[in-house]
């Protein structure tokens, strides 16, 4: 006979009108809400009489808060329907089907409607206390391919990795893992094409939003070409640059003396050294390496990595620091890992790119969550956000006038949670 605390002897109702599935959502909303994202998107982004032109920031923020809480389809956005789960968000839930409307009816100037947008929240954000200040602040811009699926995504196509998808390009901070920027690519486009023109933009943000030290970028080879260095140089970046094996950077490279070479840390089998010349008027650092041991045989000649720098320093720790590019992808995994760009839900490149735009601000409002609630320093897994502050059962009640968020007893994150909570609620209101 069945025990009676056996799941078979339960019996399962749909109807509790006051339960939340994603409670911890309370936090990201605030915080909006302290940023006045929906009174921004209101203001910046019209739509004209094109279809879903109505209350945008309303349809904006039901899309943050979605991807937020997991969703990487318009669909996904019905979870924030249920039960009482809009009370905790401060505005209407808004019904996938105006959302997707509300998407197809962007054009190129909408979206960069929306970037204006990002650059108005991101400057709010900063002053609120999630920004560099006057302090140093590195960026990193790479690319990424976001794979689709289906005939009928515009601009998708087969690129370098023979996935069918988009190639967006994406700044990031490294510190923390926000996205400064990005920008909607088709899947032919080349990791450098309009490099340029996202480098000016990218700089130009960031110090109208409140970054007033010295700015470091940082980029692979698909980015180093003449004019990206240009535009560095003339809003005084410092750049860290990886270049391709040209025949003038590998004359470059030949031509160092044996004696110039530094030893540096590598793994157990192997071997690296530093050294650097000169290329273009510009610092080349480059770094050899090779396999010692039985598996040398496999590799057993030098294989270097060179990058142009015009930063001061040694070449020992540029080098380090260059290698530290590859925090970009951090960000990158969280962007696509269960949210946001794991999916291009659109078959127009218009509304996908607005998708991207809203995505990373669902991003970056989890970033400020944890730098301004929680006091953080350095990146912060979003999944780990995701499962200790917001996917929290809870349960909506009335008392005195007052409603009162019933969350699980003995939670382990219950202290973060509040104390995240009095901090976002300081932050003074926008709007």
């Given at each position: 006979?069945?025990?009676?605390h056996?799941?078979?002897?339960?019996?399962?109702?749909f109807?509790d009108?006051?339960?939340?599935?994603?409670?911890?959502?309370?936090?990201?909303a605030t915080l909006?809400?302290r940023l006045?994202?929906?009174a921004?998107?209101?203001?910046?982004?019209?739509?004209?009489r094109?279809?879903?032109?109505?209350?945008?920031?309303?349809?904006?923020?039901?899309l943050i808060?979605?991807?937020?809480?997991?969703?990487?389809?318009?669909?996904?956005?019905?979870?924030?329907?249920?039960?009482?789960?809009?009370?905790?968000?401060g505005h209407?839930?808004?019904?996938?089907?105006?959302?997707g409307?509300?998407?197809?009816?962007?054009?190129?100037?909408?979206?960069r409607q929306?970037?204006?947008?990002?650059?108005?929240?991101?400057?709010?954000?900063?002053?609120?206390?999630?920004?560099?200040?006057?302090?140093?602040?590195?960026?990193?811009?790479?690319?990424t391919?976001?794979?689709?699926h289906?005939?009928?995504?515009?601009g998708?196509?087969?690129?370098?990795?023979?996935?069918l998808?988009y190639?967006?390009?994406?700044?990031?901070?490294?510190d923390?893992?926000?996205?400064l920027?990005a920008?909607?690519r088709t899947?032919?486009?080349a990791?450098?094409?309009?490099?340029?023109?996202?480098?000016n933009?990218?700089a130009?943000r960031v110090?109208?939003?409140?970054?007033?030290?010295p700015?470091?970028l940082?980029?692979?080879s698909?980015?180093?070409?003449?004019?990206v260095?240009?535009?560095?140089?003339?809003?005084?970046?410092r750049?860290s640059?990886?270049?391709?094996q040209?025949t003038t950077?590998a004359?470059a490279?030949?031509?160092?003396?044996?004696?110039?070479?530094?030893?540096i840390d590598?793994?157990?089998g192997?071997?690296?050294?530093?050294a650097?010349?000169?290329?273009?008027g510009?610092?080349l650092?480059?770094?050899?390496?090779?396999?010692?041991?039985?598996?040398a045989?496999?590799?057993?000649?030098?294989r270097?990595?060179?990058?142009?720098?015009?930063?001061?320093?040694?070449?020992v720790?540029?080098?380090?620091?260059?290698?530290?590019?590859?925090?970009?992808?951090?960000?990158i995994?969280?962007?696509?890992?269960?949210a946001?760009?794991?999916?291009?839900?659109s078959?127009?490149?218009?509304a996908?790119a607005a998708w991207?735009?809203?995505?990373?601000?669902?991003?970056?409002?989890?970033?400020?969550?944890?730098?301004?609630?929680?006091?953080?320093?350095g990146?912060?897994v979003?999944?780990?956000?995701?499962?200790?502050?917001?996917r929290?059962?809870?349960?909506?009640t009335?008392?005195?006038?007052r409603l009162?968020?019933?969350?699980?007893?003995?939670w382990?994150?219950?202290?973060?949670f509040?104390?995240?909570?009095?901090?976002l609620?300081?932050?003074?209101?926008r709007s």
């Open positions: 006979m069945p025990s009676s056996s799941p078979d002897r339960l019996v399962v109702a109807d009108t006051h339960a939340i599935a994603n409670a911890g959502l309370l936090l990201p909006a809400q006045g994202i929906e921004v998107v209101d203001q910046l982004v019209d739509l004209g094109r279809p879903g032109h109505h209350r945008p920031g309303r349809k904006a923020l039901t808060h979605a991807i937020i809480a997991g969703a990487d389809c318009i669909d996904d956005a019905d979870l924030l329907r249920t039960g009482s789960t809009g009370h905790v968000l209407r839930v808004m019904a996938p089907s105006t959302l409307t509300f998407l197809r009816g962007f054009t190129f100037g909408h979206v929306l970037d204006r947008v990002a650059e108005t929240v991101l400057a709010r954000a900063w002053a609120g206390g999630a920004g560099p200040g006057d302090g140093p602040m590195t960026i990193d811009v790479d690319s391919i976001c794979e689709v289906g005939d009928h995504k515009g998708a196509a087969y690129g370098y990795t023979r996935q998808g190639h967006p390009l994406l700044a990031t901070r490294a923390t893992g926000e996205v920027h920008r909607q899947g032919r486009a990791s450098g094409r309009g490099a340029e023109r996202f480098v933009e990218v130009g110090r109208r939003a409140g970054a007033s030290g700015l470091v940082r980029a692979d698909g980015f180093w070409s003449a004019k260095l240009a535009a560095c140089r003339r809003h005084d970046l750049f640059i990886t270049v391709r040209t950077v004359a490279i030949a031509a160092i003396s044996e004696d110039a070479w530094q030893a590598y793994p157990d192997g071997v690296a050294q530093v650097e010349t000169t290329l273009g510009d610092r650092i480059v770094r050899r390496a090779r396999l010692t041991g039985p598996q045989t496999l590799w057993p000649d030098w270097h990595h060179a990058f142009v720098t015009n930063r001061a320093g040694g070449a720790d540029l080098d380090t620091d260059h290698r530290r590019h590859a925090v970009c992808e951090l960000a995994r969280d962007l696509k890992d269960g946001g760009l794991r999916h291009c839900p078959g127009s490149f218009l996908n991207l735009v809203i995505a990373t601000l669902a991003h970056n409002l989890l970033r400020w969550v944890a730098a301004i609630g929680l006091g953080g320093t990146q912060v979003a999944k780990t956000l995701r499962r200790r502050l917001l929290l059962p809870g349960r909506l009335r008392s005195a006038r009162l968020l019933h969350l699980p007893s003995d382990p994150w219950a202290r973060q509040l104390v995240a909570l009095v901090h609620r300081a932050v003074p209101l």
